[in-house]
């Protein structure tokens, strides 16, 4: 989590992230809150490029037709 909060404090437009697993080793929906929490910050607000890897598909159906993903 110390990553993900330097990310959101330190991230930019010109920032490159790479998430692997948020939330992994949580129970389901906490772990899925913290995942679409971060994405939601990232896409909406750093809007910077990410390569976001999951085990929360149901992820897709929230951003499926955002712009930007």
Known sequence: MEETVSI?????SRSF???????????????YSIAYSVLNYIVNHIK???LFS???????????????I
């Open 8 to 12: 959101i404090n330190k991230g930019s």
């Open 48 to 50: 910077c490029r990410c």
């Open 17 to 31: 992230a790479i998430i692997d697993e948020l939330g992994r080793g949580t129970s389901t929906f906490d772990g």
């Open 54 to 68: 999951t085990h929360y598909h149901m992820l897709l159906d929230n951003f499926r037709n955002k712009s930007g």
